[in-house]
């Protein structure tokens, strides 16, 4: 079994906190992960018919069954047992509640209204590179890309071609549609494979709603529903008061490259390694790990990306304080200094702020001791 990061998170927060609730994506493991770190503590999934209709049927008595506290897993499905929770963890603090869900929509909601101060909330996303590291392979990023880091396929218990239309038969038509109440299933599938052709690029509503054939609002209402279920991020562009033109737009990516590929129809690493959406790709798997390891340490990623009127850009840009560390991502094997330029074209206000220049690239070689560092892909295990 993977050793997930995460962890050490959960155990820091029941320390403090009366609830936890651990969120993500559908067989992102949280199930797995809860349940191997509470075997002792009763287990209730509430996917199961009966035991939601008990949970609903007498809230108080199913809550306070147990004297210890107890696990309750997919409690999107059952909402309103939140309201009633918080009366029980205000009369017996000694009790602890471990809570997952796999919808951020429904769940943040349902949190802010009725367990705001109680609960710790942490996000577990597909397997991070971090987390394979001494256990898989990682010297192949279009293995890594094409495959994606779900944990049945990176533990070998199923392959990308029979998990990923699975995953969206399953999951993305059954939740997704059930939340959106999509009338017009071809056009939705239409909007998800248009959403993975323009993995790191900008975000343009407009394009997608005369592509789809929906409107702009849809749309919107679409991609929330796709961010809410962890299955795109929008990364935000760095801005400043000054007189050089920065875009406002965001840049889509996907939480798993794995789902971008089955998306785009890229049925094998040997097809990916000559698809001309390789290289934004591998830069959607630079970031979204990099967003895997902030949520794994509790953190909040402050994340951007950088982009004038001229079309320089600098990939990825982490705030940490008022310091930024920027980072140019290209999936090349070969290192070329071209890469390096962007990083002279910066506003004065930014270039003054940052702390660390980098390249990461699907190469071997680094160079660590210079202004401007050069990193393999899989250096970023501490960003």
């Not at 990023?141 to 969206?168: C, E, K, Q, R």
Request: contains cysteine.
């Amino acid at each position: 079994m993977i050793d997930r990061k995460l962890k050490d998170s959960i155990k820091e927060n029941i320390a403090y906190f009366p609830i936890v609730t651990v969120t993500g994506p559908r067989q992102s493991g949280k199930t797995t992960l809860i349940r191997t770190m509470f075997p002792e503590m009763p287990y209730y999934s509430l996917e199961n018919p009966d035991t939601l209709a008990m949970a609903m049927n007498d809230p108080m008595a199913f809550l306070m069954q147990h004297s210890e506290g107890m696990v309750l897993d997919e409690v999107q499905n059952a909402p309103q047992l939140l309201s009633y929770l918080q009366g029980v963890v205000d009369e017996h603090r000694d009790r602890k509640y471990i809570l997952s869900g796999s919808s951020q929509f429904s769940l943040q909601n349902s949190i802010s209204q009725s367990l705001a101060g109680r609960t710790a909330v942490l996000e577990l996303l597909p397997v991070s590179l971090a987390e394979l590291n001494g256990i898989a392979p990682l010297d192949d990023p279009d293995h890594l890309t094409f495959s994606g880091f779900y944990p049945a396929v990176m533990a070998g218990d199923n392959v990308p071609h029979l998990f990923y239309p699975a995953y969206v038969r399953t999951y993305l038509e059954r939740d997704v549609r059930s939340l959106l109440q999509v009338k017009d299933l071809y056009r939705f599938q239409t909007f998800l494979r248009l959403c993975a052709g323009r993995v790191g690029s900008l975000f343009n509503a407009s394009e997608l709603s005369n592509e789809v054939g929906v409107s702009v609002n849809t749309v919107l209402s679409w991609l929330s529903i796709l961010q809410a279920s962890y299955i795109v991020f929008l990364l935000h562009p760095y801005f400043e008061n000054s007189r050089k033109r920065l875009t406002k737009t965001p840049k889509l990516y996907f939480h798993d490259t794995g789902l971008a590929c089955y998306l785009l129809g890229i049925g094998s690493e040997q097809q990916l390694a000559t698809d001309r959406m390789r290289g934004h790709l591998f830069e959607n798997m630079v970031i979204a790990d990099i967003v895997k390891r902030f949520c794994n340490e509790g953190r909040t990623p402050e994340l951007m990306f950088y982009r004038d009127s001229n079309g320089n850009e600098v990939d990825l840009l982490v705030a940490k304080g008022q310091a930024i560390e920027a980072y140019e991502i290209k999936s090349s094997a070969t290192y070329n200094s071209s890469f390096e330029s962007v990083f002279g074209k910066l506003t004065p206000a930014l270039d003054a702020r940052l702390t660390r220049r980098a390249v990461v690239y699907g190469g071997r070689q680094e160079r660590r001791d210079a202004p401007i560092e050069v990193l393999r892909y899989t250096s970023l295990l501490s960003v």
